[in-house]
């Protein structure tokens, strides 16, 4: 079964329960990695823990919340291998899949409601990734995240003729 973990600071903790019980009902395992109140705290604790959650296996994919998804994706793409995808609409979350192979998604509480989270989380789940022109730029993200300079400026100067967008 596929597993998504969880995660949130202060402000998305209420709408965290709301989109845990949706992703249940759509057939997935979850872990919450917290936050388990609304007290104050801070947003890079959680989006690493989901981060480091996904990058080594523990779970599939990630699911994370803060006040407009921004900091906490930001936190997320700290960890090697993670590419979060901070959306506000289903298209772009559909998209992040399908092109980027974004394996979290981030929201922002203050930005959407409960009805449009579900709507992008249920996009971002039924969507799959492409592969194909989209893996070049996967293995230059990945480069990058190993710090491997000469790898990422060989796949850039490689020819793709094949692909045009
Ligand atoms: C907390 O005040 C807020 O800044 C946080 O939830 C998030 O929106 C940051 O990106």
């Not at 990695?33 to 296996?57: C, F, M």
């Not at 579900?118 to 799959?128: C, D, F, G, P, Y």
Request: net charge neutral; hydrophobic share 35%; aromatic share 8%.
């Amino acid at each position: 079964m596929t597993k998504i973990a969880f995660g949130s600071d202060h402000v998305g903790f209420e709408l965290k329960p709301t989109i845990i019980d949706y992703v249940k009902e759509l057939g997935y395992e979850i872990e919450d990695l917290g936050a388990y109140s609304d007290k104050r705290t801070d947003y890079p604790i959680y989006g690493k823990k989901v981060g480091e959650a996904v990058s080594s296996g523990n779970a599939d994919l990630g699911i994370v919340i803060c006040g407009t998804g921004v900091g906490i994706s930001l936190a997320a793409n700290k960890v090697p291998g993670i590419r979060a995808a901070c959306v506000s609409e289903p298209y772009s979350a559909e998209l992040s899949r399908r092109h980027n192979n974004s394996n979290i998604l981030a929201f922002g509480s203050r930005v959407v409601g409960s009805e449009l989270a579900k709507m992008i989380v249920k996009s971002w789940l039924n969507a799959k990734y492409e592969g194909g022109r989209h893996q070049r730029r996967i293995d230059e993200l990945n480069a990058e995240d190993r710090k491997d300079s000469k790898l990422f400026n060989s796949i850039v100067e490689s020819d793709n003729p094949k692909y045009q967008d």
